[in-house]
């Protein structure tokens, strides 16, 4: 893999929590330990693991919503990223159309260019009028569609899917599941994460399996979810 073809390098990545579980008590609990792997460009690149492996954690780093207590994240030509998950950081309080500007500022939009995608958002959510009321007053289903649908409608430098999408009804589904393959197939980076070992092997051609913060394999798909399905059957001894 040539330096020029890179879009991003994780370096030894660690994240350690540290959570309070009594006023003069707390425990530290390291989720990710000495992850590195490479990502080409137009690429879709596959995390597996099994539940509590560090997935999302991992998600979350690339997303740049945490920092690495340890390692660096390197970027090539990234400007712009998006997580597509469900939209749990709404501001309940503020519209949809609000909390979708700020949520595409956050992907590295500016604010005139996120309010020129505003639009589009508001049509594939199918959300109507809905779309200019709190989010408050929103279903469950409504807003992860409002997360879906702001995700989806950016063109960013880097994807990033949580395997966890569950948008809405069927057909909403069926349209968001046609929307995002449409950008899989596309000359898009991503970086797709799950923990169904078959499923990163339909959509991805590399990819890593991650256990228990570390990684246990990575290259050609097939061969690390061969690797995966290993660690699996061993579990289940
Ligand atoms: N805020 C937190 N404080 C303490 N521990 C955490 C925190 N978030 C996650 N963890 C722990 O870190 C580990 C990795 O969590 P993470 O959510 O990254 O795993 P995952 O592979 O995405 O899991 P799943 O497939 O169940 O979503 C888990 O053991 C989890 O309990």
Redesign the pocket.
């Known amino acids: 893999m040539t330096e020029t073809n890179l879009a991003l390098q994780a370096n030894n990545i660690s994240v350690t ?3 309070r579980t009594g006023l003069f008590k707390s425990f530290k ?1 390291q ?2 330990n000495n992850v590195s792997f490479k990502v080409k460009r137009g690429e879709t690149f596959g995390v597996m ?12 780093v690339l997303a740049g919503v945490y920092q690495a207590d340890a390692g660096e994240l390197v970027t090539h030509d990234i400007a712009t990223r998006t997580l597509l998950t469900l939209g749990l950081g709404f501001d309940a309080t503020l519209s949809g159309a609000d909390n979708a500007i700020l949520s595409m500022m956050l992907q590295g939009f500016s604010r005139e260019e996120a309010k020129a995608y505003l639009p589009a958002v508001r049509n594939f959510s199918e959300l109507g009028d809905f779309f200019e009321r709190p989010v408050k007053t929103y279903s469950s289903g409504m807003r992860s569609r409002l997360g879906f649908s702001t995700g989806i409608t950016t063109q960013t430098d880097l994807l990033l899917i949580d395997e ?1 999408l569950a948008v809405g009804d069927k057909t909403f589904n069926a349209k968001a599941e046609k929307a995002m393959m449409e950008r899989i197939d596309s000359d898009q980076t991503v970086i797709f ?1 799950s ?1 169904s070992g078959a499923q990163v092997q339909k959509i991805c051609q590399r990819a890593i399996c ?1 256990e228990r ?1 570390k990684l246990v394999a990575e290259g050609d798909v097939k061969d690390v979810a061969q690797e995966y399905a290993n660690i699996n059957d061993k579990k289940l001894d």
Do not use: E
């Not at 539940?51 to 979350?60: D, I």
């Open positions: 929590y540290h959570s609990f989720a990710l693991g099994r539940n509590g492996c560090g997935k999302s954690s991992l998600l979350r966890t994460v923990h991650l913060g």
